[in-house]
């Protein structure tokens, strides 16, 4: 049985009333879901309680769920969602669209080869980099790198085009590169 | 070979998400552009370094408090679900004691007028005489006027009132 066909055959017992089969179903996603949220908020409380949040939507959808969209793409979709409005709440900011999404100027410090770097600092660069995309980026590439997703999976989680999806993860690593410091001088 | 086509699927390329048409012209590109091949390096390296940012395992509590909370979900609905089912037991209930209790009175009446119409109640027949009534009709208002006497022996006339202060006369002034 595909993991798909599993996790809809876990919602159908937890629609007539199996505590079992949501535990089940629990145990197959919080993990990955946590991890998107972490990720995303980087902020462990906070994704804490939105992890919590997807499993009680889930438990609370569970009577009217027809399995429609792969059951994982739909856990990434309200964990996305949630995660937007914590982003929201937390900053007091819009969620541009992808013609605003503005990718912020790299400084001086970020200039520095990596090559020439620890590990720890690169690892640091990296976090820095990807907590630095806009949220619509960051989603993106928390998908596509961290969870193994297809363009046209993230395309249906975020709502948009697998050419756009495919534009915002192009700009996305472009940004990255620089700001992790593998884009020489030269190259820049 | 448009360098800028190739540099604008390099991303695709590394996502594995190029359909083998477009793979191969990349490909072949890269072999021979030494600028497009250092930006795919690039994108290459960035990429492969974000795997640096290892996973980080939710807390241990999570799980339970999270299945904690769907069975209060679930026992919240079900009192939810409960509550209006017993209010409109309950009234159905009541209304089904109501009309039944008003059922049982109707049968009884009914019951009681059919065995009425079974049963008609016995007329005794009984011989009048007719003198008789009248000698006690005679009786009865003899005592009537007697005891009327007795009324008026005990009525106590008062004062008689100034007749220049009220023409009215101490007539009709009595305690009975």
Redesign the interface.
């Known amino acids: 049985m595909e993991n798909n066909d599993k996790d809809v055959v876990l919602m159908e017992r937890v629609k007539n009333g199996d ?1 079992g089969a ?2 089940e179903l ?2 197959r996603h ?2 990955s879901v ?2 998107l949220a ?2 995303f908020l980087y902020d ?1 409380p906070e ?2 309680d939105i ?2 949040e997807v ?2 939507r889930v ?2 959808a569970a009577q009217t769920y027809s399995p429609k969209a792969k059951f994982s793409t739909w856990l990434y979709t309200i964990t996305k969602n949630l995660c937007f409005n914590e982003l929201r709440k937390k900053r007091s900011v819009t969620i541009f669209s992808i013609e605003d999404e503005m990718l912020p100027e790299l400084s001086s410090m970020d200039e520095s080869p ?1 090559s020439k770097l620890e ?1 720890a600092e ?2 640091k ?3 820095d980099a ?1 907590r630095e995309l806009p949220a619509n980026l960051r989603i993106a ?1 928390l998908l ?3 969870h193994g997703l ?2 046209e999976e993230v395309a249906e989680i975020l709502g948009c085009t697998v050419n756009a999806v ?1 534009l915002r ?2 700009r996305a ?2 940004f ?2 620089r700001s ?1 410091g ?3 001088q030269e ?1 820049k | 070979m448009n360098c800028q086509w190739v540099q604008e699927n390099l991303s695709a390329l590394l996502d594995r998400e190029l359909p083998d048409n477009q793979k191969e012209l990349v490909e072949s590109h890269l072999s021979s552009c030494f600028q497009c091949k250092a930006e795919f390096d690039s994108l290459s390296h960035a990429w492969d370094a974000l795997s640096s940012w290892e996973d980080k395992d939710p807390p241990l509590h999570l799980k339970d408090s999270i299945l904690r909370a769907a069975k209060k979900e679930k026992a919240s609905n079900f009192i939810r679900v409960l509550l209006p089912v017993a209010a409109v037991f309950v009234i159905a209930v009541s209304i089904f004691l109501f009309y039944r209790g008003g059922n049982y009175y109707g049968k009884q009446v009914v019951l009681t007028d059919q065995k009425e119409i079974q049963t008609p109640l016995p007329v005794e027949s009984v011989m009048v005489d007719e003198n008789e009534i009248i000698k006690n009709l005679q009786l009865l208002e003899e005592k009537e006027f007697f005891e009327s006497v007795e009324v008026l022996k005990t009525i106590d006339y008062l004062p008689l009132l100034d007749e220049k202060v009220d023409n009215r006369t101490s007539m009709g002034y009595y305690s009975a």
Do not use: G, M
């Open positions: 505590d949501f535990e629990l145990t919080y993990q946590y991890r972490y990720r462990s994704a804490e992890t919590q499993f009680l438990f609370r990596v590990e690169v690892k660069r990296v976090l990807v590439v596509l790198k961290y297809s363009y495919k993860v192009h690593k472009k990255l590169a992790i593998y884009v020489s190259t």
